[in-house]
């Protein structure tokens, strides 16, 4: 295979060469102040480690996210036969550079107070999202576990990151274990697939899925690939490390783990089974929507009792991953556009609200004491009445509720599912809907409710935080009202 | 553009009471008072601007369209025709008493509650307001949400409970509709060449198959059902009721429960008039059960709340009653229904918190020999007590009479088990006023009377119950057309196509003959030749 270097190859890369090139920068420049930190020449509280690593981090990212544009004049074109820079691709890599520009600051304002070690954050970050951009650009077996594999390296180490916790370790060697074993079965699918097909492409994959029924063995594995799929996306069944990792993980790390991770894989998802004809793939089908139905159920009823604020988050992104799997099986033939729509105006709505919400814990949180009890969030209202209305803001979008752009998501899925006669799929979320406004509701009732044990020290809200948050809750009023330039954006960039 | 200020108005002071209230909890409530009070003089300028109704003219009187969301073929438009304007007048009116009763109820995060109340009442002009079925679904949902705040957080012991309740009750039921709709939409996309839209003027004749129709349909009554509430989705409403502050009460009661009235005149009829023939009558025995399983539960409750509210139920039974017999008799009666029970049913909640706030208790048995202390409370809640028994020159009686006369051309039988129910409504009326206001006064109540401001608050509601009962005529004339367009939209609808002549509401209230419209009066024995 012959492939020769152009300018215009160069130009769609970039975005992805400046994340990278960034983290590379981001660990010299930390190592060269940490020498210096030794030195003892530093004032007390923030060490110019964090904020160098944060200043620089942001910068990297923001401006990847410039030279999305950039990237685009070049796109629709593959690169190698490893990678595909397309519309479709750079709206997903905008969502998640925004994304993690956002966990940037978060994390920034969550470690303000630690004194050492707080640089190394930022370089796993970086390279954490160079391993998710690499996914929604992959085309091929090689890149995909590339992407995931630089991914999930770097979220054992974000996971594990209060290592002072018991929380933290478990939360860490769990996703390492779990995370390790699901990459094993995804490698033995890849294999069986190969090993059938003889091709490694996926978009050769794709075509062969829409032509005829495949050999067992190949069917046998694509379910072993949707193992290690499901387990970043944390759907049923293969969902039971997300509670404790979402709890032991600092809050801005959950976030990341909740958005970033699972947005990139399920791009991937989506990228190649969209269009397939799921009557030829039987077994898919019945796979697909069995999970979609089990993660809404099962997300939705251990949400409802859960007194842990992060657990609680944790399970209804469980839910909410399965009313996203319902886009990707009304991809058939007829809603193939529509449903790729509705994916993205989905996910766009849910990174808002979940980073919203994670937000909101991250800044109460310290790496000393992580704010999960409902406790902890009694009477808010009182002690913090912004965040209180910012996080019952969030809650309401990820409930669906007008006004918020939350609605405009579960809007667009419910359309797509209608469109593709998915009635017990619908039917299935609009009574999950309402299983998942109960927790919802209870969580934010509890945020003006007078608590009752004694509460919570107030904390100082950085300002990074603040902002992220003030962006977050102006784009989910402004895109729940209008969500006009939200749905050109999706008609302009997301078609396959 | 007039329309676009029944929202904008309530919403804005809604904002602004916010941040005053944590300043002055005063200047709040004027604000909110002020503004209601702008939106009702502003619904009451358009009825009064309203030129004669039996002109041949267009029956939309005002109409508001905007651009929002091209892609999706979802537009701001907002349109008014007589049903909406009563409805808006009777939600501008309850909103003044809804602010007036919060006066001095409500000391707790003044500005919040005004914010919550004021969008919930935006909300609500919204949805007697838009024509675009996905504007109309999203005020539908939005007033939810400050509904269930003035629950949760205002509200009495049990709260929490009844909150959720009401909200997953609504939003489920809401959801299936979303379905419903976005399945009408498809279907008429594809069927005009991808003419994708909400507008339901657009979607009216919609054809789709028998089975569709049904599903589609099904899922509107769900929601409307459970808003108006119909038996057996009525479990929510006497918690939501019994725990909810006065002005959420009042709300609920007056105006929240005719949006499911409203959507079953507006949408489910005339969307879908063969599915909704043919399931007229199953619809209307559960309005009849409604009737008469309201009136039976409302004997049983010692709260005064909780027997108000079962009332609610078996009034809003004689509207379910009413809409499915769909001639111009039953669907005029069903709005005057819908009028006279928002007042009489919003002033006994607000009787029931002034009692209340004076004695701490709403149980029946602790209460009695009230009037001694407040006979003028005791007068009013006795006036609007015989009003909700249906007493004649009072306005509910008005609107049940026609719509048991517009039910009895269709079946007999159910008239007279729902007239039943007029007889129960007598008992628990009544003894509603004895128990609270007559007999010992066991607990030695000493109540302050009405004050200036609860004494210009019931003579408002009184004036206006009277009006609908001494003069429907006013409302009638106002409704006639929009109802009349409503009957031919729905083409061979529930009762249209059988030949029957439509039965006119004038010429039964003897108060002037028809003339011009060729309708020929009352002709006893006629039946709807339903199948």
């Not at chain 1, 994959?205 to 970043?232: D, E, H, R, S, Y």
């Not at chain 1, 190649?272 to 809404?296: C, D, I």
């Amino acid at each position: 295979m012959s492939w020769n270097w152009t300018m215009a190859d160069a130009q769609a890369l970039l975005p992805l060469m400046v994340v990278s090139a960034a983290a590379v920068v981001v660990l010299l420049v930390l190592a060269c102040c940490r020498r210096a930190g030794v030195a003892g020449i530093l004032p007390a509280g923030e060490t110019p480690a964090t904020r160098i690593g944060a200043v620089l981090t942001v910068i990297a990212l923001a401006a990847a996210l410039a030279l999305l544009p950039v990237a685009g004049a070049a796109a629709p074109r593959s690169v190698t036969f490893l990678v595909i820079v397309d519309g479709y691709g750079l709206f997903f890599a905008g969502l998640l550079l925004s994304a993690c520009i956002a966990v940037a600051l978060l994390g920034h304002s969550y470690f303000r107070q630690e004194t050492s070690a707080g640089g190394e954050f930022y370089v796993l970050l970086l390279l954490a999202a160079a391993g998710a951009m690499t996914l929604v650009f992959s085309r091929h077996f090689a890149s995909f576990f590339l992407g995931l594999e630089i991914l999930s390296v770097s979220l054992y180490a974000l996971a594990a990151y209060n290592r002072a916790s018991l929380a933290g370790l478990e939360a860490g060697v769990k996703y390492l274990v779990l995370a390790a074993s699901s990459a094993s079965f995804l490698l033995l699918g890849m294999a069986f697939v190969y090993a059938k097909t003889g091709t490694m492409d996926l978009g050769r994959l794709a075509q062969l899925l829409n032509a005829a029924p495949q050999p067992a063995l190949v069917t046998v594995g694509l379910l072993l690939i949707m193992v290690g799929v499901g387990f970043k996306l944390a759907l049923v069944p293969f969902h039971l490390w997300t509670a404790d990792v979402y709890q032991g993980a600092p809050a801005a790390v959950t976030a990341f783990i909740a958005t970033v991770s699972k947005g990139a894989m399920f791009a991937l998802l989506m990228r190649y089974l969209v269009g397939v004809n799921f009557t030829l793939q039987y077994p898919l089908l019945a796979v697909l929507t069995a999970v979609a139905v089990g993660s809404m159920f099962v997300g939705n009823l251990l949400a409802l009792r859960q007194e842990n604020v992060k657990r609680l988050l944790a399970y209804s992104s469980i839910a909410q991953l399965g009313y996203l799997l319902v886009t990707l099986l009304a991809a058939g033939p007829g809603g193939r556009e529509l449903a790729i729509r509705a994916a993205g105006g989905f996910l766009a709505a849910y990174f808002i609200a979940t980073l919203g919400a994670f937000g909101v814990v991250s800044l109460l949180s310290s790496p000393q004491r992580e704010a999960e009890s409902f406790d902890d969030y009694r009477g808010l209202a009182w002690r913090h009445p912004v965040l209180a209305g910012v996080l019952a803001a969030m809650l309401l979008s990820l409930a669906g509720i007008p006004l918020t752009v939350g609605f405009i998501g579960k809007f667009y899925v419910l359309a797509a599912g209608v469109n593709a006669n998915l009635a017990a799929l619908v039917a299935a979320m609009v009574i999950n809907s309402g299983i998942g406004l109960y927790y919802y509701l209870r969580l934010a009732i509890a945020l003006f409710t007078p608590s009752r044990a004694e509460p919570p020290p107030r904390v100082a809200i950085h300002p990074a935080g603040a902002a992220v948050l003030a962006v977050l809750t102006v784009l989910l009023v402004a895109v729940g009202v209008y969500p006009q330039p939200l749905l050109r954006l999706l008609a302009a960039v997301v078609a396959l | 553009m007039i329309l676009i200020w029944f929202i904008l108005i309530p919403a804005a002071a809604g904002l602004l009471a916010w941040p005053v209230g944590r300043k002055s909890p005063l200047a709040a409530r004027w604000l909110c008072l002020a503004a209601m009070v702008a939106t009702l003089a502003l619904g009451g300028w358009l009825w009064a601007a309203t030129p004669d109704h039996d002109a041949a003219q267009g029956h939309w009187l005002a109409q508001f369209r905007a651009p929002w969301i091209p892609q999706w073929g979802a537009q701001i438009n907002l349109r008014l025709d007589g049903l909406s304007l009563l409805l808006v007048l009777l939600t501008g009116l309850l909103g003044v008493m809804a602010v007036l009763c919060s006066w001095s109820e409500i000391h707790d995060r003044v500005g919040l509650f005004h914010l919550n109340l004021m969008w919930m009442l935006a909300g609500l002009m919204g949805v007697f307001l838009a024509l675009d079925l996905f504007l109309f679904y999203f005020f539908f949902e939005l007033m939810l949400v400050p509904l269930y705040f003035l629950i949760a957080i205002w509200g009495h012991e049990h709260r929490r409970y009844a909150a959720v309740k009401f909200f997953i009750f609504t939003q489920v039921s809401g959801l299936f509709m979303l379905a419903g709709i976005l399945a009408l939409y498809f279907i008429h996309g594809r069927q005009h060449g991808g003419d994708y839209t909400f507008d339901y003027v657009r979607l009216l004749g919609t054809s789709m198959s028998p089975t569709s129709a049904w599903l589609i349909m099904g899922t509107f009554f769900l929601a409307f059902a459970v808003k108006l509430p119909a038996v057996p989705v009525h479990t929510w409403l006497p918690d939501a009721h019994t725990e909810a502050p006065t002005a959420g009460s009042v709300i609920l009661a007056g105006v929240l429960l005719k949006v499911g009235a409203y959507g079953l005149l507006r949408f489910l009829v005339p969307l879908f008039p063969a599915a909704a023939r043919d399931f007229a009558p199953a619809a209307q025995v559960l309005g009849v059960a409604g009737i008469l399983y309201g009136a039976i539960m409302a004997f049983a409750q010692r709260d005064l709340k909780r027997l108000v509210a079962y009332s609610s139920i078996s009034h809003m039974g004689f509207v379910l009653l009413g809409v499915f017999s769909w001639n111009s008799l039953a669907m005029a009666g069903a709005m005057v229904v819908i009028l006279a029970h928002g007042v009489s049913t919003g002033a006994l909640f607000i009787l029931a918190g002034q009692v209340q706030e004076r004695t701490g208790t709403r149980d029946l048995d602790r209460l009695g020999g009230l009037w001694e202390t407040a006979p003028r409370m005791g007068g009013v809640a006795m006036l609007f007590a015989l009003a909700s028994l249906g007493l004649p020159g009072l306005g509910n009686f008005i609107g049940e009479f026609l719509v048991l006369a517009g039910t009895f051309q269709a079946s007999p039988v159910l008239t007279v088990v729902a007239a039943g129910g007029m007889v129960a409504s007598a008992i628990y009326a009544l003894w509603l006023v004895q128990r609270i206001f007559h007999g010992p006064n066991r607990e030695s109540w000493r109540l302050g009377d009405l004050n200036a401001r609860e004494g210009l608050m019931y003579a408002a509601l009184v004036a206006a119950i009277v009006w609908i009962g001494l003069y429907p005529r006013a409302f009638l004339d106002t409704f006639k057309p929009a109802g009349q367009w409503l009957r031919e939209m729905s083409g061979t609808g529930v009762g249209g196509s059988t030949g029957v002549p439509p039965v006119e509401v004038r010429s039964l209230l003897g108060t002037k003959p028809s003339v011009n419209t060729g309708e020929t009066p009352v002709l006893p024995g006629n039946s709807e030749g339903r199948p």
